[in-house]
């Protein structure tokens, strides 16, 4: 796996200098049941300040994260992508490449220190690697893709079959600035079986998301 980091830590930064594929990026479709999911409609957010902006499905809600599993986000642009209807979030953290990181740990009594750290660019990767990989012992299929969108948003979609507990994964850089990772939670215990149908029609708003997902020309580090 080390060896397959190292190789996509080249592919990618070799990718941002080359034309890969300025087409829409759709990931492979798979058949689900008949079950009544509403219109595919989009709106745009691109809130002021934000490093980075996105269509996201009207019936879902895009708000600010303010803990991520017993920590505290390290930057003010971390967003939840809320489905309350499919009691669904797919978590948006957020990176500035090179910038300095403030880290909640939480020690053995609760309570939490504070770690100031540095966003390495092959140590975020090797990161969406390692957090994908947590899922290994109880998945029973993992594939990735790597992609290049129209708006020259380069990044890798992970997906896992069986009772993961997040079957969708992907991050988004371009190599110098920004890098952003996205899971999708559920919140109810994994059953592959009734949340396919769910996963794969929110597997399409992933795909838009990442299709019409910009950076911006400001950097925040």
Same mark, same amino acid.
């Given at each position: 796996?080390?060896?397959? #980091?190292?190789? =996509? ?12 594929? &300025?087409?829409?990026? $759709? ?5 689900? %049941?008949?079950?009544?999911? !509403? +219109? ?6 691109? +809130? ?8 996201? !499905? ?10 991520? =599993?017993?920590?505290?986000? +390290? &930057? ?6 809320? %489905? ?41 990767? &090797? ?23 129209? &708006?020259?948003?380069? *990044? ?9 507990? $997040?079957?969708?994964? %992907? ?5 110098? #600035?920004? %890098?952003?990772? *996205?899971?999708?939670? /559920? ?9 396919? !149908? ?14 019409? /997902?910009?950076?911006?020309? #400001?950097?925040?580090?």
């Amino acid at each position: 796996m080390k060896l397959k #980091q190292e190789y =996509f830590f080249i592919l990618i930064t070799t990718a941002i200098f080359i034309v890969a594929c &300025n087409s829409t990026y $759709t990931s492979k479709k798979t058949g689900f %049941f008949k079950i009544d999911f !509403p +219109e595919k409609k989009y709106q745009r957010f691109d +809130e002021p300040g934000m490093p980075y902006s996105f269509e996201y !499905p009207l019936y879902a809600k895009v708000i600010k994260d303010s803990t991520y =599993f017993d920590a505290n986000p +390290e &930057n003010d642009y971390w967003r939840n992508i809320d %489905f309350t209807q499919f009691n669904a979030k797919i978590f948006l953290s957020y990176k500035a490449v090179g910038g300095k990181a403030l880290f909640k740990i939480r020690k053995a009594d609760g309570s939490y220190r504070d770690s100031l750290g540095t966003n390495m660019y092959d140590k975020m990767i &090797n990161d969406a690697f390692t957090l994908t990989n947590k899922n290994d012992d109880i998945a029973t299929s993992k594939k990735d893709s790597l992609f290049k969108t129209a &708006n020259n948003i380069s *990044g890798l979609l992970f997906k896992l079959g069986g009772n993961a507990a $997040t079957q969708r994964q %992907f991050f988004m850089t371009d190599t110098t #600035q920004n %890098f952003i990772r *996205g899971a999708l939670y /559920f919140y109810a215990t994994p059953n592959a079986d009734s949340v396919r !149908p769910v996963i794969d029609f929110l597997q399409v708003d992933i795909d838009h998301i990442i299709n019409t /997902f910009k950076w911006k020309s #400001q950097s925040h580090q």
